[in-house]
């Protein structure tokens, strides 16, 4: 999809004349070739011809510009006619082999075709002519997602398939685009059931060494994960080789054989194609290459690419004896069945495949922050959908609404250009278009599902935008308040729920206890009200215990007496302004706000104090110089300078203490643009950091980001999850497979952040933990120091396709971001706790509110055990999916601690998980993509107790005897 080298823009081919001259193989011809001595070559090497398209799912157009073939004018072609006439060619001929990939863009074909048609696709499958590859609804990206997200997108690729089109279920991870690859993506297609895994972006140094030593393919492996997969590297990229895309898009010459035509151009062609396979042959060891022909949205005439090919094919075939090749028509499938009986043992690995560049120059660093409202966006929507997915298992009455928009809008926004921040922006609104449709209808069945439950005779509504302080239905504030909170984890939380409100004059009532709880307020930022001029004026701020897998219920009663607002307080020159809570004590710079230091309170520790200081700067985006004629943009971050430079002047707004919690209010001097709020949370292990950054000022390319420096001994290493998952080590100026020449000492030492960072000083034993609410790009270049890249505002596109700069507005102004950061402090004995924050941060609360109505039910919960879950359990999946009697649920359980971090197995009861109004009736485990049955599993299981060794991520459906659809929780 991407374009390697600078481009200064996507360059559209110019489409052959449609009445060219019909293209014929003359035998005489190929007989007289086969005479004529091409090259030597040793043995004979099988080249296996992968025809295929890349249709990405969103990019230059939309979904629906792409597949419809609309707007001509940005690129021509549609994928319904790529899908139409492939179907057509193989149809006819039974040697020809396609691949294909996007669920996304075949289920919409497959639902306007008639049965038919349908059959004769279901043919071509069974009989091996067209083979499913990867079979997620996208090609999703490897740096910006979070696991979960990955998961329901390829599994809701992978069980459509299964359900509409059968045949044997996908083998091979076809990751051909993405820009850069994660260990988590490795271990979790193993998981799924795929033996192989096929990308072709790499670090040109990386690549060039393995091209050397013919090690371009290999077994990847995670220790953590405990899976290994074979793992092959392509030649060249995905497309066809220069001189040979016969599609009408392109402007190749077509194969003439006809002597008497001044075109003819056969043996030339012939030659340049045997000397392009003897130089790819001579980079892999197993006698097998292969040649993938076809490329972004190839086959719009699929008549004439296979014509071309195939006389291509014949004519290499007719001298194989000499040339040393035979071309077939071939699957990635069969391409690794063949090297693996061929090919002793491969190099392992166990490292990922960050950052990619394809040039000293060019390091794919930017993207990992791109478009970070859009990335905030997409982890708010993720949230959402596991709440409705949950709800709609629960709750067998009908809800007027379903999952299934949302959860096929994040799979179309888990794609390598969605969630990435790499598309044109009228395409990553339509992604946001589709997410805000999704979350519009999974909040009709929160809010009706929620008040089925509690039994609730009035109506329950969403608080959309809780982070502008806004609430509808708080707003006029002339009615107590009933306040619904679900809980998406399998443990017991306290939470500290935050309303906008008009007023203070409420009390907090815990609705299942009947008991006041405490509650407080404060007024709404000015940096809030800048945000959104409707934001209400206060903000109301209560404790809530919320159960595993269920729901509490709260009101704030109006009240006749006022609730003082909490005020800010006065500081003192020269004395740091303290904030304690259970956990921790806080200091701050009485003038700047800035934090200073920090100590863990905790049994131990009372005397561990670590420096940590946060402050804002930025990089000056580069739009290309004498070394190199690189700018940043979307895709590449390259800065001017060696050093970030300081943002304005911090300085302290406000000190705001209470009980619950205490506040701190910065500005910056000369940088109106920026504040934050850094929070303690009486109860909280961690320490919340409220950025808010735009609009940035458009005089040149400006990349922020927030840097925290500490005095934690880290020999210039610090740790990056791998979305979501395991945490893997990263050092300074150093990758471990290579030895690494230095380029770009900033952008090369950048690494995408899922959910968290770690800086561990492990002379003393300490370490601080950074977790995000969405993805980021981070760095640690400095000994202490980790650095989170929050906003890019940038005037150049970087010459990778998109041919945009990065220049997000809104309302006629740059855009304003806003985001947390959670900051973790303790012992190296408590590091495992991240995982419990993460999950915290992962799973929101789920809030809902409504003015008029009583209700019943003021609490309930779905997890049935009476014994309290570990809080290292996860249940990454509850889905209600179709049965032919009773009720099955899709389950899917994670035991989220790895065995470095001490985890230990998890043993769970499947029968006694939930609870539901039906006799458990049976079990079965399936692959982590819910396609097919688990491997090595003895179907005569009859323990219903299951064990989930450290990290393992275990799927299940679960099946329920119910006298009626009507399947409700148990209170």
């Known amino acids: 999809m991407k374009f390697i080298g600078l481009l200064v823009f996507l360059v559209l081919s110019v489409a052959l004349k449609a009445d060219e001259p019909e293209i014929d193989i003359n035998h005489a011809d190929v007989e007289e070739y086969i005479a004529e001595e091409v090259s030597q070559h040793k043995g004979t090497v099988t080249v296996h011809v992968i025809a295929h398209t890349h249709d990405d799912v969103g990019w230059l157009k939309t979904v629906d510009q792409y597949y419809y073939g609309a707007k001509d004018d940005i690129y021509k072609g549609g994928v319904q006619y790529i899908i139409d006439t492939v179907i057509e060619q193989l149809v006819k001929d039974p040697k020809k082999k396609f691949i294909y990939v996007e669920i996304a863009f075949f289920k919409r074909w497959w639902e306007e075709q008639d049965d038919e048609t349908k059959n004769q696709v279901r043919a071509l499958v069974k009989n091996g002519q067209l083979e499913f590859i990867n079979a997620g609804y996208c090609m999703n990206d490897e740096a910006s997602v979070h696991y979960v997200a990955t998961i329901d997108q390829m599994s809701e690729g992978l069980t459509w398939l299964q359900r509409e089109v059968g045949g044997p279920p996908p083998t091979i991870a076809w990751q051909i685009d993405p820009f850069g690859h994660s260990s988590a993506q490795a271990a979790l297609t193993a998981r799924m059931g795929m033996k192989g895994l096929f990308f072709a972006r790499m670090h040109y140094q990386d690549y060039d060494k393995r091209k050397e030593n013919k090690d371009l393919e290999y077994r990847w492996k995670s220790d953590q994960e405990g899976t290994s997969i074979f793992t092959h590297v392509m030649w060249d990229m995905y497309w066809a080789p220069p001189g040979f895309c016969f599609d009408t898009n392109c402007d190749d010459a077509p194969m003439v054989v006809?002597?008497?035509?001044?075109?003819?151009?056969?043996?030339?062609?012939?030659?340049?194609?045997?000397?392009?396979?003897?130089?790819?042959?001579?980079?892999?060891?197993?006698?097998?290459?292969?040649?993938?022909?076809?490329?972004?949205?190839?086959?719009?005439?699929?008549?004439?690419?296979?014509?071309?090919?195939?006389?291509?094919?014949?004519?290499?075939?007719?001298?194989?004896?000499?040339?040393?090749?035979?071309?077939?028509?071939?699957?990635?499938?069969?391409?690794?069945?063949?090297?693996?009986?061929?090919?002793?043992?491969?190099?392992?690995?166990?490292?990922?495949?960050?950052?990619?560049?394809?040039?000293?120059?060019?390091?794919?660093?930017?993207?990992?922050?791109?478009?970070?409202?859009?990335?905030?966006?997409?982890?708010?929507?993720?949230?959402?959908?596991?709440?409705?997915?949950?709800?709609?298992?629960?709750?067998?009455?009908?809800?007027?609404?379903?999952?299934?928009?949302?959860?096929?809008?994040?799979?179309?926004?888990?794609?390598?250009?969605?969630?990435?921040?790499?598309?044109?922006?009228h395409v990553a609104n339509d992604y946001a278009r589709r997410l805000a449709e999704g979350q519009t209808e999974c909040e009709k069945v929160i809010t009706e599902g929620l008040k089925q439950r509690a039994v609730y005779t009035g109506?329950?509504?969403?608080?959309?935008?809780?982070?502008?302080?806004?609430?509808?239905?708080?707003?006029?504030?002339?009615?107590?308040?009933?306040?619904?909170?679900?809980?998406?984890?399998?443990?017991?939380?306290?939470?500290?729920?935050?309303?906008?409100?008009?007023?203070?004059?409420?009390?907090a009532i815990n609705l299942a206890t009947n008991q006041y709880l405490p509650i407080e307020f404060l007024r709404v930022s000015p940096a809030t009200r800048a945000l959104n001029p409707n934001a209400l004026l206060l903000e109301g701020v209560f404790r809530a215990e919320l159960p595993p897998m269920g729901f509490s219920s709260f009101q704030l009663r109006l009240a006749s007496f006022t609730t003082p607002v909490l005020r800010s307080a006065p500081v003192y020159q020269g004395e740091d302004i303290m904030v304690e809570s259970k956990v921790y004590k806080v200091y701050f710079d009485p003038v700047t706000g800035a934090m200073r230091r920090i100590t863990n309170k905790l049994a131990g520790l009372s005397g561990r104090t670590d420096k940590i200081t946060q402050r804002f700067m930025e990089y000056s985006s580069c739009t290309g110089d004498d070394v190199d004629r690189q700018p940043s943009g979307a895709y590449i971050f390259r800065p001017i300078n060696g050093e970030a430079d300081d943002l304005g002047d911090p300085i302290l707004t406000d000190y705001i203490p209470g009980e619950l919690f205490t506040e701190i209010w910065q500005s910056f001097d000369n940088c109106s643009w920026l504040s934050q709020v850094t929070r303690v949370y009486y109860e909280k292990f961690y320490i919340e950091v409220e950025w808010t950054v735009g609009p940035i000022p458009l005089d040149h390319g400006r990349e922020i980001i927030s840097r925290y420096e500490t005095s934690l001994d880290t020999n210039n290493t610090f740790y990056t999850d791998s979305n979501g998952r395991e945490m893997v080590e990263r050092v300074l100026n150093y990758q471990p497979t290579w030895d690494l020449n230095v380029t770009e000492p900033i952008a090369g030492n950048y690494y995408p952040v899922n959910t968290r960072a770690s800086l561990v000083d492990s002379k003393r034993g300490m370490q601080l933990t950074v977790l995000t609410d969405r993805s980021q790009g981070a760095a640690s270049l400095h000994n202490g120091q980790v650095e989170f890249m929050v906003h890019r505002r940038i005037l150049h596109d970087d010459y990778r396709g998109v041919a945009e700069p990065l220049n997000e507005t809104a309302n006629g102004e740059g855009l304003i971001a806003r985001g947390k950061h959670w900051l973790?402090?303790?012992?190296?004995?408590?590091?495992?706790?991240?995982?419990?924050?993460?999950?915290?941060?992962?799973?929101?609360?789920?809030?809902?509110?409504?003015?008029q109505g009583e209700l019943e039910v003021p609490s309930a919960t779905f997890y049935k055990t009476g014994t309290p879950a570990s809080k290292y359990l996860n249940v990454v999946t509850l889905q209600k999916i179709p049965s032919d009697n009773g009720t099955s649920l899709l389950v899917r359980l994670e035991n989220t601690l790895p065995a470095a971090e001490g985890g230990k197995p998890i043993k769970v009861r499947l029968d006694q998980l939930f609870n539901v109004q039906g006799d458990f009736a049976s079990f079965q485990e399936l692959a982590l993509g819910a396609d097919r049955k688990a491997e090595d599993i003895n179907e005569h299981i009859s323990n219903t107790e299951i064990t989930l060794n450290p990290f393992d991520i275990k799927t299940f459906v679960i099946k329920f005897t119910t006298k009626s659809d009507d399947f409700n929780m148990a209170f």
């Open 824 to 851: 973790f402090y303790s012992d190296t004995a408590s590091y495992h706790m991240h995982r419990d924050i993460g999950l915290d941060m992962f799973y929101k609360p789920s809030v809902v509110v409504g003015n």
């Open 459 to 507: 109506k329950l509504e969403p608080c959309r935008l809780l982070n502008e302080s806004y609430c509808e239905v708080t707003r006029d504030g002339n009615q107590s308040l009933t306040v619904v909170v679900y809980n998406a984890r399998i443990t017991a939380r306290v939470e500290y729920i935050r309303l906008p409100l008009s007023h203070p004059h409420y009390n």
């Open 258 to 425: 006809n002597k008497d035509s001044p075109e003819f151009n056969v043996h030339q062609r012939v030659q340049n194609m045997v000397d392009y396979l003897e130089n790819q042959a001579s980079h892999y060891r197993s006698g097998n290459i292969m040649l993938t022909m076809g490329g972004d949205f190839c086959y719009q005439n699929a008549h004439k690419y296979f014509k071309n090919l195939d006389i291509l094919m014949e004519y290499v075939n007719a001298n194989t004896t000499n040339n040393g090749f035979k071309m077939i028509y071939s699957t990635p499938s069969q391409y690794m069945a063949a090297v693996q009986k061929s090919i002793g043992a491969l190099q392992n690995k166990t490292d990922d495949l960050f950052p990619y560049a394809d040039g000293a120059h060019s390091y794919w660093t930017g993207y990992f922050t791109s478009r970070p409202t859009l990335k905030g966006y997409v982890r708010d929507c993720n949230s959402v959908l596991q709440v409705c997915k949950h709800v709609e298992a629960q709750v067998g009455k009908k809800l007027g609404a379903s999952s299934e928009l949302l959860r096929l809008a994040m799979g179309v926004s888990q794609h390598h250009d969605a969630v990435s921040g790499t598309s044109k922006q």
